[in-house]
């Protein structure tokens, strides 16, 4: 029930095309939900995150959809660029009172942006 | 832009040894975490660490690991004998709240684990 599931696995796309990665989860008291975006040789860095009060979330070229009653949500990116080749994790988190406080990553999804 | 920074970047050891892995926080930041991640596979939670002691840990954080904030900066991971198994990049990252509020943790390069 702690589990997040990610797919796909991996994604190539060309420049200016839309990348999607879409996100399941079980637990119900997850309640925020961040994507975060991994380099080779780096760490995880967030990139966008949403609560489940609203249905998306836009930040230049970066969306959150979240259907609550589905329990799932995706990632689009617009006009992808060879910049944003990357491995993508969505994570989710309950709300403070569930009294966790670690992050439950999905598997993660590397993404390629051909020129 | 501050950074969590950790050291040392990898490490090989032999199986049975004792390992610690150090890590120095965002400056005002007052949660910790220990996050690892095996070759290829997810990111996994290990340990959090709020006004000295441990909040929370996993099932993978067991008697061999232990954590640590010597001072005032460092915040470090010992495993007691390492195993095959913990081959692995071990993250540090620090909050600056708990993570449920912002969900934004921020993670260092990594520490990269090798036993032999």
Not at chain 1, 47 to 60: F, N, Q, W, Y
Not at chain 2, 57 to 68: A, L
Request: charged fraction near 20%; aromatic fraction near 12%; glycine fraction near 8%.
């Amino acid at each position: 029930q702690q589990q997040v599931k990610q797919s796909p696995q991996s994604l190539i796309v060309q420049k200016g095309g839309i990348s999607i990665i879409n996100c399941a989860y079980e637990n119900t008291a997850f309640d925020y939900f961040p994507w975060y975006q991994q380099f080779p040789g780096k760490g995880p860095a967030l990139l966008i995150a949403i609560r489940p009060d609203v249905s998306e979330k836009k930040e230049g070229r970066f969306t959150i959809s979240f259907n609550k009653s589905a329990k799932q949500f995706s990632l689009h990116i617009m006009d992808s660029q060879p910049g944003d080749s990357a491995t993508y994790f969505c994570a989710a988190i309950p709300y403070s009172g569930a009294g966790s406080y670690q992050l439950t990553f999905g598997k993660g999804t590397k993404l390629s942006v051909i020129p | 832009e501050p950074e969590v920074t950790q050291t040392p970047s990898h490490q090989v050891t032999q199986m049975g040894q004792e390992v610690i892995l150090r890590c120095v926080p965002i400056s005002n930041h007052l949660y910790f975490y220990w996050y690892r991640q095996i070759l290829g596979q997810k990111v996994e939670f290990l340990v959090s660490f709020y006004n000295n002691e441990i909040s929370e840990k996993s099932e993978i954080f067991d008697d061999q690991f232990s954590v640590e904030r010597p001072d005032g900066s460092n915040f470090t991971l010992k495993i007691r004998s390492t195993k095959l198994e913990d081959s692995a990049m071990y993250f540090c990252a620090s909050s600056e709240g708990p993570a449920a509020n912002t969900g934004e943790l921020f993670f260092g390069e990594g520490s990269r684990l090798t036993v032999l």
